[in-house]
């Protein structure tokens, strides 16, 4: 069994304009379904909830959904200085965030791309004022679009002396295009545009299909 190439679960479905299209029969090699940089703009600027996730003091994984502002490529969100995960992302600043085109508003723009994004990352605390004022306005016009009574008192209450900022610089990401997953199911999707295959779908995939003699 080659990792690279599966002829009997993948076949070219037909050729137009010297382009070759592709069509899956399963769903086992999921690392080919990237998004582009302008897909991943567009995800990240879209959506509204992003799943902070961190590693509690005796090891157990835990994440908690916050309303998240895309910035410069850093993921950026707020909660007060009480919480758990404050003192645990201050303990290791090692963390992970999940973003999903589920959390559109209500009236997205439906050409928008469809999936998940993963970030491994870093996390930074803020407590100055300055970059208080910037990410509160910018949540607020996020959270409250076109309606500045709601910006207002949405500034409002974020603006309390507990509420400290976290900053999450990524490292490496996991991304799930459903869209271009979907029209590789219909063959209708071009290979080039499937990404490369990750180890997991490549050396791994060998390791389970040997362990479980389907070679």
Do not use: C
Request: glycine share 6%; proline share 4%.
């Amino acid at each position: 069994f080659t990792a690279l190439a599966i002829p009997v679960k993948t076949s070219v479905a037909s050729k137009e304009n010297n382009m070759t299209k592709v069509q899956t029969k399963d769903h086992e090699v999921v690392s080919i379904y990237p998004f582009t940089e302008e897909e991943t703009e567009q995800l990240m600027t879209n959506a509204v909830e992003a799943v902070l996730m961190w590693s509690t003091k005796d090891g157990w994984p835990i994440g908690v959904t916050h309303a998240f502002v895309w910035h410069e490529g850093k993921v950026w969100l707020t909660f007060t200085a009480q919480r758990h995960r404050a003192a645990a992302i201050r303990r290791d600043n090692r963390v992970s965030v999940n973003i999903s085109s589920a959390s559109y508003p209500e009236g997205a723009d439906p050409s928008l791309p469809r999936g998940a994004i993963t970030f491994k990352g870093r996390g930074e605390f803020f407590e100055d004022r300055a970059t208080k004022e910037w990410l509160y306005t910018a949540l607020s016009r996020k959270l409250n679009r076109g309606s500045p009574e709601g910006e207002a008192a949405f500034y409002s209450l974020l603006d309390s002396p507990l509420r400290i900022l976290l900053a999450i610089t990524p490292e490496k990401r996991i991304m799930y295009n459903a869209g271009l997953a979907e029209r590789h199911m219909a063959g209708t999707v071009d290979d080039t545009e499937l990404g490369e295959r990750l180890a997991s779908d490549t050396a791994r995939i060998d390791q389970e299909r040997k362990a479980r003699a389907l070679d």
